[in-house]
């Protein structure tokens, strides 16, 4: 999705205004590794036509006309799948992200809370929401001749996500998107159109220029300490570091920018 010819053709929502992006950007950042994953999120940036305000959003205005593809789940995107001119494919590598259920800790109705569990994880609760238009998958395998079943072993074998890295830097990724992406989305594309110009006039790839589109103030041991992720829970420290990456950002695109009109 990062190539020209997606140019002003994705979608896509940010992982502060939906959780279910989150995890997708998550799963991204933890399969490539920090560095890697932000530089294709960032690569990607360059063809959005916008930042949806929810997830469900990226489906609903692709099936509209308002983009060609985008990263959503799959749930989402089934619901959709009766129009013929959609169409959803998963990475190559795509993670189960369950959907949790659970009894509160003073539930005035805590045994028929868990009656409903077991019932939710019966052989007869598992065929309804096998066979319900959610687009979910249960968690019981399929029978073979169910024409997802093959998909759900597929997901089911795939490593689960680091649920307590996500927990651990969600401000840290949220902000870093807003900042890196939503915030400068205009002025990305306008970078990324350039980029691409220039690769195709010159015939070939701009490796250090790229690296100045890709990069992210903040490295991948900082993104997994502890102790410095804490940090981000004091609203002033947040919002500092927020105004650096921005700053950051900025010199980095201006750079670019003027590496670009010397090659003119």
Do not use: C
Request: net charge positive; proline share 6%.
């Amino acid at each position: 999705m990062g190539l020209p010819s997606y140019q002003g053709a994705l979608l896509m929502s940010s992982p502060s205004r939906s959780d279910t992006n989150h995890l997708m950007v998550e799963s991204l950042l933890q399969q490539k590794g920090w560095t890697a994953g932000w530089a294709t999120l960032l690569a990607i940036s360059g063809n959005l036509v916008t930042i949806s305000s929810r997830s469900f959003g990226v489906a609903d205005k692709i099936k509209s006309g308002l983009g060609v593809a985008g990263p959503v789940i799959d749930n989402y995107a089934n619901l959709l799948l009766n129009d013929p001119n959609l169409a959803f494919t998963y990475f190559p590598y795509s993670a189960v992200s369950p959907t949790y259920v659970a009894v509160l800790k003073n539930s005035r109705h805590a045994d028929e809370a868990r009656a409903f569990i077991h019932y939710l994880l019966s052989p007869k609760g598992q065929r309804i929401l096998a066979d319900a238009n959610t687009g979910k998958y249960p968690v019981a395998p399929l029978s073979a001749d169910n024409p997802r079943a093959a998909q759900q072993q597929r997901l089911m074998a795939q490593p689960p996500l680091n649920y307590r890295l996500i927990l651990k830097r969600q401000q840290l990724v949220q902000r870093m998107f807003d900042t890196a992406i939503s915030f400068r989305l205009a002025q990305l594309k306008d970078a990324w159109r350039a980029l691409h110009s220039a690769e195709t006039r010159l015939k070939r790839p701009l490796p250090e220029i790229r690296a100045l589109l890709t990069s992210v103030p903040v490295d991948a041991a900082s993104s997994e300490d502890e102790t410095w992720l804490a940090q981000f829970d004091n609203k002033s420290f947040a919002e500092q570091k927020m105004m650096e990456w921005q700053i950051w950002f900025l010199n980095n695109q201006r750079l670019a920018i003027h590496k670009l009109e010397e090659l003119k």
